[in-house]
Each structure stands twice: as C-alpha cells, then as structure tokens.
C-alpha cells in the first residue's frame, strides 16, 4: 500500500485529502494539520521555511511515507526545492492554477485568490510570467478567509458580509471585460464554495486545485508498495490539541481517525 503524508496549516489539505480518496481509495494517509502555526499567510518567508521544513522533517521520520502531499500553497510556493534538495521522496506541492486559468479563461480577465503571502511570492508572480502573459490577471490577498473556512468546518456560521468584503475584489471589469475565472488559490476555500457562488457579484468559474493534484499524486505513486491495503489513515494536529468534536465526523468520512500528536507519532 501506499503511504502519503498530507500537510497543511490547518483543515484546508482535506479538499486534497477529499480528491485522493477518490482516485486511490486503498492509500493510507496521514494527515497533519499545523494549527500551532496557522494562519500561514503572514509568516516571514525564512521563518515559514525553517517551520515546515522541520516539521516535515520529523514527520518522515516517524512516519515513513512513500510520498509527501504539501496541501497548502502559502507552503509550498516557499518549501517545495529546501525539501526536495534535502529528502529523497517524492513531494507534490500545490501552486496556484494560473496555467489552467488563462487557458480556460474567455474574457481574458482572471483573478488568484490567496492568503498574503501566496499573493506576493515570486513564484506566482513567475506563473503568470510564464503562462498568463496575454491575461490581464489580479492577484487577490485574503487576510480572512482561511480562518472562515476554519470556522466553517467547526460548524459555526460566517456571515455573507465578511466573506463578500474578502472576495470583492476579485470581480472587476476591464474595458468591457469581466473576470470569468477566479483561482482558488489556498486549499481552505474550496470549502467555502457555496457561499463564494451565492455571493459572486456576476458568474464566474472557480478553480479548485485538488482534482489536479490527486491526479499527481497517482502518477508520482503509481506502482509503489501494490497489495492489499485498508484504505484508512490518521489525522493529527501539531499543537498536540485533540481535533475539535465538529470535525471527527468530517474527519472519518475521509478515513481519517483522529488523533492527538502524543499517540500518533512513530
Ligand atoms: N491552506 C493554506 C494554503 O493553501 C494556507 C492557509 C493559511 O495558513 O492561511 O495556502
């Protein structure tokens, strides 16, 4: 079977977790949510590094995967060569979709949603450089809406204001043309979609990375570890907390049995 470490801040990697699933239902997961570092988006480029890749470090250590998932774009826009250079293991790394963006983009207006730091990070700056060039493309930061997506998933209501002040800005219109896609750039909203649909001043395509990145997943995977396998995984947060009640339901429909940090190590 195949092993996968799933790493995020926080609840965002499980739209990954969600994809996975379905494309190779029989992997074992581990699922590692940074709570103790959330949110990421604010965190000094040198200081997220030396966080991530020192927890990553610990992490294939105790728990031997074949591969490891970075189901956070805040991260990996940051962490993915320091990882690759220092661990012989396949890393899968999710960045923002700006290459599916502008070729599925009509109108030529597109916008990337994503926590500050995604949103400034010369990588995507260099995505669009490299595939968006044609596109008039708005970077969009949300200081906000990972956390309301954390909320969301603990069960608690986040008000259509709050999360329409945050998206906003990403609907604008150039001589005639309007955005019709708009990239979820960060793993927690995809979780927030229906409300971001109800809430779109017009129409538009969301771009939710995680379909593309289990399909990477399996490819990098493909033919690792065969047999028989449970299909079944743990979730663990680094802060060593137990997972808040309104997530275990959510957690086991994703094979996920909830754990905290003192039991689920090695
Ligand atoms: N889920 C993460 C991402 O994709 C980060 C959210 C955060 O820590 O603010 O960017």
Known sequence: MTRL??????????????EIRRAQPKAEIVYVADDAGFPYGDWEDAALTDRVVGLIAGLIAGHTPDAVVIACHT????????????????FVGTVPAVKPA???????????????????????????????????VRLVG???????????????????????AEIAPAFIEDDGRRTDIVVLACTHYPFLLPQLERLAPW???????????????????????????????????????????????????????PQEAATASG
């Open 5 to 18: 470490l799933v790493f995020d801040s926080g609840v965002g990697g499980l739209s990954v977790v969600a």
């Open 75 to 90: 991260a990996s826009t940051l962490v993915l060569p320091p990882l690759r250079a220092r661990f012989d293991l396949p």
């Open 102 to 136: 502008a070729e599925q983009t009509r109108s030529g207006v597109v916008a990337v949603l994503g926590t500050y730091g995604t949103i400034r990070r010369d990588y995507t700056r260099g995505l669009i450089d490299q595939f968006a060039k044609e596109c008039h």
């Open 142 to 164: 949300s200081g906000n809406l990972a956390a309301y997506a954390e909320r969301h998933m603990r069960g608690e209501a986040v008000g259509d204001a709050a999360i329409l």
């Open 203 to 257: 129409p538009v395509d969301w771009i939710d990375p995680a379909p593309a990145i289990a399909r990477r997943v399996a490819t990098v995977t493909g033919g690792m570890r065969p047999g028989a396998a449970s299909g079944g995984g743990i979730a663990l947060l680094t802060s060593g907390k137990a997972w808040p009640p309104a997530m275990t339901a959510q957690l086991r429909r994703l094979g996920l049995e």
